[in-house]
């Protein structure tokens, strides 16, 4: 009995997959792809094969294959990232104490070296990254500590950088 509700299941399922479908335009100019074709255009519409969509069994396999590759590949980056994340924030915390207040403004806006520009505007906004709230605004106290820096993308030229 079990069986025979598998193969019924099974015949089911094969016939569903061969429904014809057909394609015809409307008087607006559409095409329609369907497997019911409405009264007034079954004179012009025409039936498709649709076996030309399915893919070969090979298709799946290779998808499968290249999604594998692709999760091992973003794995292996997004480890490596967080390792080069951790490693940046050890050296900067080794470099300069948590409470050190980033360069000065005054200094920021007489240099003329857009590295050295990128430099300290980042260095601003890792200073300021502890006091940002959820919505953006900044906890009081922020600029006691923190000097802020303007972006330099627009002086040097360049795309915001991360």
């Not at 200094?107 to 430099?119: I, K």
Request: include cysteine; aromatic fraction near 6%.
């Amino acid at each position: 009995m079990k069986h025979a509700i598998v193969l019924c299941g099974a015949l089911w399922l094969s016939i569903a997959q061969a429904a014809d479908i057909y394609q015809w335009v409307d008087e607006s100019g559409r095409t329609h792809l369907s497997d019911v074709v409405p009264e007034k255009y079954k004179a012009t519409a025409k039936r498709v094969d649709s076996r030309q969509f399915e893919p070969t069994p090979q298709q799946p396999a290779a998808a499968q294959a290249l999604a594998a590759r692709e999760r091992e590949l973003a794995a292996k980056a997004a480890a490596a990232d967080a390792a080069g994340s951790a490693a940046q924030r050890g050296a900067a915390a080794a470099t300069k104490p948590a409470s050190a207040p980033a360069a000065p403004a005054s200094s920021a806006s007489n240099v003329t070296d857009c590295a050295t520009l990128r430099q300290l505007y980042t260095q601003s906004q890792e200073c300021f990254a502890p006091f940002r709230n959820t919505n953006g605004s900044l906890k009081q106290g922020a600029y006691d500590k923190c000097v802020e820096v303007p972006d330099p993308s627009l002086k040097c030229n360049l795309e915001r950088f991360p």
